[in-house]
T-cell receptor, first 115, second 113 residues
Framework: DAGVIQSPRHEVTEMGQEVTLRCKPI?????LFWYRQTMMRGLELLIY????????DSGMPEDRFSAKMPNASFSTLKIQPSEPRDSAVYFC?????????????FGPGTRLTVT | AQSVAQPEDQVNVAEGNPLTVKCTYS??????LFWYVQYPNRGLQFLLK????DNLVKGSYGFEAEFNKSQTSFHLKKPSALVSDSALYFC???????????WGAGTKLIIKP
């Protein structure tokens, strides 16, 4: 299996622009997670999907952030409009099931820089 | 409140020596415990987990971790460190009733030749 695939790997954009990050989870996994990692705040869970349905989006910073999962093999995280404080590494992770004992598998991340 | 603590920001070990990266947790109910490693410019990679059973768990790359319920700890260990083990290590815990992983702040492990 190719693992979790994320694109793009790097994104540089200007403040105010729309940014869309993409994720393809591991085939057969039915839980998908979006995380953000910064030096200041560490690893933060933004949103969690189970069977393509958003379960908890309480970690989404504000209305500028939105996430979708139209099918089991694709998810997007959109920031509109982007701000410099959104600069971070964004990770997508998937797991086989919702159960507590299942580990998450992470993608390589998207490094976002907003100038 | 549920929490995970990694008390050391950085651990320095000479190559060939044993290493320990510490993790303590606080969670209601039985904990499910995980260790992940992050190499530079890479995503987090699963190392090992404790669900139930034997308190000593073996994982990838020769790492192991010992679950200690009385001390609420889950320290990561390796008998002989390699330079290639240098990375950022994260401990995480999940309550059996909660899907969400609670992450430690991470410990930077530096193995010197």
């Amino acid at each position: 299996d190719a693992g979790v695939i994320q694109s793009p790997r790097h994104e540089v954009t200007e403040m105010g622009q729309e940014v869309t990050l993409r994720c393809k989870p591991i085939s057969g996994h039915n839980s998908l997670f979006w995380y953000r990692q910064t030096m200041m705040r560490g690893l933060e869970l933004l949103i969690y999907f189970n069977n393509n349905v958003p379960i908890d989006d309480s970690g989404m910073p504000e209305d500028r952030f939105s996430a979708k999962m139209p099918n089991a093999s694709f998810s997007t995280l959109k920031i509109q409009p982007s701000e410099p404080r959104d600069s971070a590494v964004y990770f997508c992770a998937s797991s086989l099931a919702q159960g507590a004992g299942y580990e998450q598998y992470f993608g390589p991340g998207t490094r976002l820089t907003v100038t | 409140a549920q929490s995970v603590a990694q008390p050391e920001d950085q651990v320095n070990v000479a190559e060939g020596n044993p290493l320990t990266v510490k993790c303590t947790y606080s969670v209601s109910g039985n904990p499910y415990l995980f260790w992940y490693v992050q190499y530079p410019n890479r995503g987090l990679q699963f190392l090992l987990k404790y669900i139930t059973g034997d308190n000593l768990v073996k994982g990838s790359y020769g790492f192991e971790a010992e679950f200690n319920k009385s001390q609420t700890s889950f320290h990561l260990k390796k008998p002989s460190a390699l330079v290639s083990d240098s990375a950022l290590y994260f401990c995480a815990v999940r309550d059996v009733s909660n899907y969400q992983l609670i992450w430690g702040a991470g410990t930077k492990l530096i193995i010197k030749p």
